[in-house]
């Protein structure tokens, strides 16, 4: 069985869903609060003849029919950054205010961290952690562009974080967009299945839960822990989840998500889940012509 196969009896239209993953995906931009408010942004655009859509459910990103969304000078002045549409969700969710204290655990290249700094108006203390010094660099590079000062980068594995560097204090909310096997990603990525194994998955799934588990960990009580991927995998979602209830003080909490999603799957392969799982969203690529997506999001309980 071919991986998006395995996936049919998930889907309220497979074919739509088969259909979507063969077409490009949108060029999306984000517009970055922290030089340039979305009008200001917006009438950089027309004033260079680039056409741009906005988003229904945000304002903040724009439909451009460029392929290259970095080549005009709003991007290259860090007015813009390119960011696929459904990458926006984690942050949203998460929702962080000026002033908390925030770490994105899976940071680089740093898309979703600076949108998080943008929302915090570049207050309090963003912790950026990422295990792989190259894509670390694409962060910093991205943070410099944007004007992203609050920010501090670690190079660690985030199943290891440690507290000591930030005075100790725990988190206010955490961000944990985990490495996954990225089947939702095959619009931009056609290739992202062509080596795909359920091995993978597996061991992949194993470094999650380690992630998440530890970012509950870090985080206060009443604090918010946001959980995503870019992948379909029961094993990488809801299974992550359901492990993450029983081995820490949370709970899964139910969003508003004004995008077309389907509910987190209670039962997979002859296993059962939590039912609270159901809180999570599924993004597919044909409910928005979007990328793949899925996200949930826990509170501390203890």
Not at 170 to 182: E, G, K, M, Q
């Amino acid at each position: 069985m071919q991986p998006l196969e395995r996936y049919e009896p998930l889907v309220d239209d497979f074919e739509a869903l088969r259909a979507a993953c063969e077409r490009p995906l949108p060029s999306v931009v984000r517009v970055n609060t922290l030089k340039a408010t979305v009008e200001r942004a917006t009438r950089a655009l027309s004033e260079e003849g680039i056409d741009y859509e906005p988003t229904d459910w945000h304002d903040g990103l724009l439909k451009l029919p460029d392929a290259q969304p970095g080549s005009n000078w709003p991007y290259f002045h860090g007015w813009l950054h390119g960011q696929e549409e459904v990458s926006a969700v984690p942050a949203t969710v998460l929702d962080p205010e000026p002033g908390d204290r925030v770490w994105d655990a899976c940071a680089a290249p740093g898309s979703k961290t600076t949108q998080l700094g943008a929302l915090m108006d570049d207050t309090g203390l963003l912790v950026a952690s990422d295990n792989n010094l190259g894509r670390i660099s694409a962060l910093r590079s991205n943070a410099e562009r944007l004007g992203l000062t609050n920010l501090a980068i670690t190079h660690e594995d985030a199943r290891n974080h440690s507290l000591k560097p930030f005075e100790s204090e725990l988190y206010d909310r955490t961000l944990v967009d985990v490495p996954c096997s990225c089947e939702g990603t095959i619009r931009k990525n056609p290739d992202a299945l062509e080596d795909w194994t359920r091995e993978h998955v597996d061991a992949i799934a194993g470094v999650q839960k380690g992630v998440l588990r530890r970012a509950l960990q870090t985080t206060r009580e009443g604090g918010t822990v946001v959980y995503s991927t870019c992948t379909f995998a029961p094993e990488e979602n809801e299974a992550v989840l359901d492990y993450a209830l029983a081995e820490e003080p949370c709970e899964l909490v139910d969003y508003d998500l004004p995008l077309e999603h389907a509910p987190g799957v209670t039962e997979w392969d002859g296993q059962s889940f939590d039912e609270s799982v159901r809180k999570a969203k599924r993004i597919y690529p044909h409910h928005n012509d979007t990328g793949g997506f899925f996200c949930a999001k826990l509170e501390v309980t203890a």
